[in-house]
T-cell receptor, first 114, second 111 residues
Framework: GAVVSQHPSRVICKSGTSVKIECRSL??????MFWYRQFPKQSLMLMAT?????????EQGVEKDKFLINHASLTLSTLTVTSAHPEDSSFYIC??????????FGSGTQLSVL | QKEVEQDPGPLSVPEGAIVSLNCTYS??????FMWYRQYSRKGPELLMYTYSSGNKEDGRFTAQVDKSSKYISLFIRDSQPSDSATYLCAMSAGSARQLTFGSGTQLTVLP
């Protein structure tokens, strides 16, 4: 299957700093990428839909100024958690859609804010 | 009522057992159906992908879709301890539509 690379896999940062997470589709072009958040033993919670060359569409309740998404190319989307606080600690996962509807996920990023 | 319902488990079976995982849904527009496997602290991995009703087999895995009953299943034959993971069903109405996920079923296969 297609490969989606996400890094870093784990990041620990101090409260107030910003963290950038990268998501790359390695062997296909992804016009649409998605960002999710997942708490322990819970399912994926869609945060935003990222379309190449346009502004991301955020789900209700997700702060767009807090979670900055950039999708500058067909193979790269980034999520920046700005001024991170302990409550932002979570597992963040990206996914990218192939043209035939299949959705492939990155390996996830565990963010811990101290 | 959620659009997609999935029994969260946990489900525990002995090695070699046949496992049946199920999801029901309410949106008759769903046409694409997927099953993902997620190991702890990893991203979901696509296991099975089917379009419309019918069966699809891949090794020890069989996916079934019954659109008339709005019911999908994933069967795992000869289950192995390495199959222990959370299994997520997902579905969408068509291209450019986002996926709707089930809540996931946690499976443990005991050696």
């Amino acid at each position: 299957g297609a490969v989606v690379s996400q890094h870093p896999s784990r990041v620990i940062c101090k409260s107030g700093t910003s963290v950038k997470i990268e998501c790359r589709s390695l062997d296909f072009q992804a016009t649409t990428m998605f960002w999710y958040r997942q708490f322990p033993k819970q399912s994926l919670m869609l945060m935003a839909t990222s379309n190449e060359g346009s502004k991301a569409t955020y789900e209700q309740g997700v702060e767009k100024d807090k979670f900055l998404i950039n999708h500058a190319s067909l193979t790269l989307s980034t999520l920046t958690v700005t001024s991170a606080h302990p409550e932002d600690s979570s597992f963040y996962i990206c996914s990218a859609r192939e043209q035939n509807e299949k959705l492939f996920f990155g390996s996830g990023t565990q963010l811990s804010v101290l | 009522q959620k659009e997609v319902e999935q029994d969260p488990g946990p489900l525990s079976v002995p090695e070699g057992a046949i496992v049946s995982l199920n999801c029901t849904y309410s949106n008759s527009a769903f046409q694409y159906f997927m099953w993902y496997r997620q190991y702890s602290r990893k991203g979901p991995e696509l296991l099975m992908y089917t379009y419309s009703s019918g069966n699809k087999e891949d090794g020890r895995f069989t996916a079934q879709v019954d659109k008339s009953s709005k019911y999908i299943s994933l069967f795992i034959r000869d289950s192995q301890p390495s199959d222990s993971a959370t299994y997520l069903c997902a579905m969408s109405a068509g291209s450019a539509r986002q996926l709707t996920f089930g809540s996931g079923t946690q499976l443990t296969v005991l050696p």
